[in-house]
């Protein structure tokens, strides 16, 4: 019975640990997509700005900052997958801390369990201890 306790206790620890390391995978991941979702902001302002600067422009120069925007707005659409992807990711974290917090708590509930179950065959034990002492002794009195 005691061994029983224990394993269910060393699981507990593995469990607590795996949901330890999935909230910790989860946060990374939110913090990754947070991260492209401020460079795609950054670079919707930088391409918006490109344009703002009213003033007399040479075809050379305006030809320079067509093509900037044009890479600017390829880079946006890669980073609006890559975007899109880390958001998939978290939402894979997401799922796997409630998994791992799920398998947490049913070994803590299977762990109380085994130390009621002891607790039940310690206080069984004892209460059969007196009436066993007392065969003993009628058995010895014969």
Known sequence: MKGLVARRQRVLRVRHVQH???V?????????ADGIARHVERLRKVRGDLFANEGA???????????????????????DGAL???????????????AANR???IAARLKERARAELEEWREN???????????????RDE
Request: proline share 1%.
């Open 20 to 22: 330890a390391m999935a």
């Open 24 to 32: 910790a995978d989860t946060a990374r991941a939110r913090d990754e």
């Open 57 to 79: 422009a040479t075809g050379a120069s305006f030809a320079a900052m067509q093509e900037l925007a044009g890479r600017l707005e390829r880079a946006g659409r890669q980073l």
């Open 103 to 105: 398998e947490k708590e």
């Open 125 to 139: 034990r004892l209460a059969a201890l007196p009436r066993y002492r007392r065969m003993q002794r009628a058995g």
């Open 84 to 98: 899109y992807d880390a958001r998939r990711k978290v939402e894979a974290k997401e799922g796997a801390t409630i």
